[in-house]
């Protein structure tokens, strides 16, 4: 079929024209054949008829008379017909009165019965019943069979005529209309063939030559005239086809220019920031040189005031050395935060990931600002909820960095009330390990408009205020970008002379159950139940008092007065139930700490209670009035979870009950902790100032220092005698800090233990902790020196060596 | 003859016979009183068929004509018939009765032996058991009576010719 489909249209043709005569021929040989046959059958009978005629005629008489003999003769005549298979008389009543069969006919041809008159055609054979009368009666009846042998031949011999015929017609058919199909393909053909030209050359010039008015000469004639349209296209499509070059050509010229004038822009802004950077990096080497050069002098400005303080002056020169170091200290503030925010500027700052007590921390950074808090009558407070984690994953000294700040600026724009700082799990972020921190003051407020702005650099709620409190203006910004990198925020919430909240959250992650608390805590079967009233004017220090008191399951009452309780101590004593321990604030409205005692003191009867006072900032005298009142402990505000409860536990501890232990204050708690608290210290320091200056603040604190000018010389000391811990200036002629400390580390991987090293720098930026920590160092103080700072340091490494004996202890006996 | 007891009836046949022969045979036209007459059969001496032949002709037409039976006792009324049946028992009577018809149209048929040779026309006769039957052709066409051929060809025997006297 697909092939058919594929043959040429002459091929097809052909086909069909001899399908058709074929068909044609085949109908009429086959309709004559059915007329043949009929016609031949028609005389057939017609002949077996009159053989029947004659017969019966012939043996009418034998029938009316019997005679079979004669008619059986009778019948025999008609053995001239070859074809007549049978002839069989009846008589009157149908049955068989004489046959004639066939010479080699088979036994099985049974001679038929009488049927009635007709003819009866079976494929084999044809049956002729025909009735025989005698004087117009019947006397009997013939039957004659023939077989169809004649009438087979016959069609043979017409069949094998018809395909002699058929054939010949379709040779002469096939002959003739080949050559008639030419006249209708030729055409066609021609057509094609220049399709086909026109297609492959793209000649749309040539022409089909028409010959005919037929369909082909019309559709030639469309095709030319298609012809002509493509040609008269593609001249103008060429033509388009040549603006549009010029066209591209043109804007492509334009294209190459602008990409040239942006490629030479590029380069420009590439020269430009490659000097950008460069003026940045000089910008950075610029400070941190100038960082160094400045923090030395000042180091030995502050140290030599704090020294000069120390000896015996008049008043005039105690004023003109205060006023010094005052203003050395708000130059040493205004010097960091410079370099700070040029740090932060140049993302220099990577935050530090250690484990750290979160209180402590706190606690500790508050109380650097207690004087200055309670010189101006403020309370400073301290809350942490008791869900934050004890011990958490962060940068300490940044988080103390934005605590102190914000609190510096909450007591520097607070005249009268109290400065609070609160921490809580960040309830809001349902975030694991963020903590929500809040400075509120009841200061002037920040006005609405600004409270965006004061996180800007440079910026203050307004110049005057800058003119009248001084400072920056970039302790915000900086605790701003701190608090974004310890992955928190920081807003503010504010009403003009009311105060402020300022909020921060940070993610400070609970480290692993570790205890770092250190010291000597009070066993826990000592405080719990201990009945204990606390006395303070400040709902959120009572608060504060009573969440600590509690957690170590002391049973607390807080009352806001002298007075509330007076009456609550004696409610205590009339229910048989008095109290144990009374934890009193000094400072108080109508009746301060003291004249508490004092009626106390009065009354005996009233209450035996153990008493401990604490106060935001000691006065000259009060330690002997406490001694005086018989008050055991006398503590600074705010006063510390760990101080406390050691407090508590030593005078509750105390065998004898009052009176006969030393009064304690923080000084004599580190003294009672540490027996033999003199540490021996090897300073490895260059400058002869800062020499002087540490050596002057480490003897004043009881310690005993070497002194050593550079790497080598301290190497050498140490191979000679013990030293509790090393203060290893940095920047050194000869051998250098991080070279001495390398050395000595590798000194003790050949066993040893280990040498406790805290740097000393003047270089507060490029990461100089990292490096310090990262060649071996334990520690790292920044120039200059701040007594507080140095303090805990040397706290730590009393701890250390006082942990390390205690393990020694069980083993030796003795130190 | 009657002492044969033939199961079909002798005479029974022969009246079929008779009745048949007259289908054959051509009688002139002055045989007839006219042409409506019936074709008379006549036994001459007593029914030698015993009413066999009546009742076998009964409502029988030869032609046209119809038939009639009669049953003769003198021998001058065989002029009138056309076919005259000399049975066994007037066989003495044989010679003088188809001396009385002879040039008459008149069919003799007898059933004594050597009836044909003897003068008659048709004269049946037994082979084996089958009725059967002898012409003399010469007797017939003396009569002037035509006999088909067919009916010749049947004959056992056949006496003369048909063109002979």
């Not at chain 1, 140290?303 to 006023?323: I, N, V």
């Not at chain 1, 006398?634 to 510390?640: A, G, S």
Request: one cysteine or more; hydrophobic letters at 40%; glycine letters at 8%.
């Amino acid at each position: 079929m697909v092939s058919y489909r594929d043959a040429s249209i002459k091929r097809k043709l052909t086909f069909v024209i001899l399908c058709a005569c074929v068909l044609g021929l085949s109908v009429t040989c086959m309709a004559f054949e059915i007329y043949e046959r009929a016609s031949f059958r028609r005389s057939m009978v017609r002949g077996l008829a009159a053989n029947a005629d004659s017969l019966g005629l012939a043996t009418a008489a034998s029938l009316t008379f019997d005679d079979k003999k004669f008619a059986e003769q009778m019948l025999s005549t008609i053995r001239a017909e070859r074809y007549v298979m049978t002839a069989v008389l009846y008589d009157k009543n149908g049955k068989i009165f004489a046959e004639y069969r066939r010479d080699g006919l088979v036994a099985e041809f049974k001679t038929p019965a009488w049927k009635e008159e007709g003819t009866e055609f079976n494929p084999e054979s044809l049956t002729l019943y025909r009735n025989i009368s005698l004087g117009g009666e019947k006397a009997g009846s013939i039957a004659i069979v023939s077989d169809l042998s004649e009438l087979q031949s016959k069609m043979r011999e017409y069949r094998t005529l018809s395909v002699l015929v058929l054939a010949i017609s379709i040779l002469i058919t096939f002959v003739i209309s080949s050559r008639l199909v030419r006249l209708i393909t030729q055409p066609i053909l021609r057509l094609a063939e220049i399709a086909g030209k026109v297609s492959t050359q793209k000649n749309y010039a040539l022409r089909a030559i028409s010959n005919g008015r037929d369909e082909v000469g019309k559709l030639v004639g469309a095709f030319n005239e298609m012809l002509t349209g493509i040609q008269e296209r593609d001249a103008a499509l060429q033509g388009a086809k040549d603006q549009l070059e010029i066209r591209v050509e043109k804007r492509t010229e334009e294209l190459r220019n602008e990409v040239k004038e942006r490629q030479e822009a590029e380069a420009a802004m590439r020269l430009a920031k490659e000097a950008a950077e460069k003026a940045s990096q000089a910008k950075s080497e610029f400070l941190a040189n100038m960082s160094h050069e400045i923090r030395t002098p000042l180091n030995g400005v502050m140290g030599m005031t704090d020294l000069a303080l120390e000896t015996s002056l008049t008043a005039e020169q105690r004023e003109y050395l205060e006023t010094v170091k005052s203003s050395s200290e708000a130059l040493l503030v205004v010097i960091n935060d410079i370099l700070d925010f040029s740090k932060i500027e140049a993302d220099r700052i990577v935050l530090e990931s250690a484990e750290f007590d979160l209180r402590d921390c706190l606690e500790s950074a508050l109380r650097t600002v207690a004087v200055r808090a309670d010189e101006k009558g403020l309370e400073l407070l301290c809350e942490v909820a008791p869900e934050v984690p004890e011990v958490v994953i962060g940068d300490a000294g940044r988080l103390r960095q934005v605590v102190l700040n914000l609190v510096g600026n909450a007591i520097k724009f607070t005249d009268a009330g109290e400065v609070a700082v609160r921490v809580a799990a960040d309830a809001q972020n349902g975030a694991e390990g963020v903590l929500h921190f809040t400075v509120s003051d009841t200061g002037i407020g920040v006005p609405g408009d600004k409270r965006e702005t004061i996180f800007a650099p440079f910026t203050q709620a307004d110049t005057s205020t800058t003119r009248k409190y001084g400072g920056t203006g970039l302790g915000l910004t900086i605790s701003n970008r701190l608090v974004a990198m310890m992955g928190g925020a920081m807003w503010v919430e504010s009403e003009i002379g009311k105060g402020s909240h300022f909020h921060f959250t940070a993610h400070l992650a609970a480290a692993s159950a570790k205890e770092i608390k250190v010291g000597m805590p009070a066993p826990a079967e000592l405080l719990r139940g201990v009945k204990v009233l606390v006395v303070d004017d400040n709902r959120t220090n009572r608060r504060i008092l009573e969440g600590m008191l509690k957690r170590w399951e002391m049973k607390t009452f807080a009352v806001e007065s002298g007075e509330l309780a007076l009456g609550q101590l004696s409610e205590a004593r009339e229910a048989g139930e008095p109290y144990r321990l009374i934890v009193t604030d000094m400072h108080m409205p109508k009746m301060d700490g003291f004249e508490l005692v004092e009626e106390i003191r009065r009354r005996p009867e009233m209450s035996t209670a153990t008493i401990m006072m604490l106060t935001s900032a000691g006065h000259q005298g009060d330690a002997a009035r406490c001694k005086e009142l018989g008050v055991v402990a006398y503590l600074l505000k705010p006063i510390r979870q760990s101080e406390l409860r050691e407090a508590i536990g030593r005078v509750l501890g105390a065998d004898n009950p009052e009176g006969a232990i030393p009064l304690i204050t923080r000084y004599s708690l580190q003294d009672a902790r540490e027996p033999g608290s003199s540490l021996k210290v090897l300073l490895a320091e260059d400058n002869v100032v800062n020499q002087r200056l540490v050596v002057r603040l480490l003897e004043k604190r009881g310690h005993r220092v070497a002194v050593a000018a550079n790497g080598l010389e301290a190497l050498a000391a140490l191979k000679k005698e013990h030293f509790d811990l090393v203060l290893m200036d940095v920047q050194m002629p000869e051998m250098d800090g991080m070279e001495a400390t390398a050395a000595i580390r590798e000194e003790e991987k050949s066993g040893g233990e280990h040498q406790m090293i805290i740097a000393l720098t003047a270089h507060a930026m490029k990461g100089d902790r990292e490096k310090c920590l990262s060649a071996g160092m334990d520690g790292y103080l920044t120039k200059p020196i701040q007594p507080q700072e140095l303090d805990e340091v040397l706290e730590e490494c009393l701890q250390h060596r006082h942990a390390k004996l205690g393990a020694v202890v069980g083993v030796e006996g003795s130190e | 003859m009657r002492g044969q007891n033939n199961p079909t009836g002798e005479y029974e046949i022969k009246a079929a016979f008779l009745f048949h022969f007259a289908q054959f045979v051509e009688w002139p036209a002055g045989a007839f009183k006219d042409g409506n007459s019936a074709l008379t059969y006549c036994t001459v001496g007593g029914d030698p068929f015993r009413g066999a032949l009546d009742d076998g002709l009964r409502a029988k037409v030869i032609g046209e004509r119809g038939i009639r039976v009669e049953h003769l006792k003198q021998l001058d009324a065989v002029h009138d018939c056309q076919i005259v049946f000399i049975g066994a028992a007037q066989s003495k009577n044989a010679a003088s009765i188809l001396a009385s018809v002879k040039g008459d149209p008149v069919l003799t048929v007898g059933e004594t032996p050597h009836f044909a040779e003897d003068g008659g026309m048709i004269g049946f006769c037994l082979e084996g058991n089958k009725i059967r039957f002898e012409i003399n052709a010469g007797a017939v066409s003396a009569a002037k009576l035509k006999m088909s051929a067919r009916l010749l060809t049947l004959a056992k025997t056949v006496i003369g010719t048909a063109g002979g006297t």
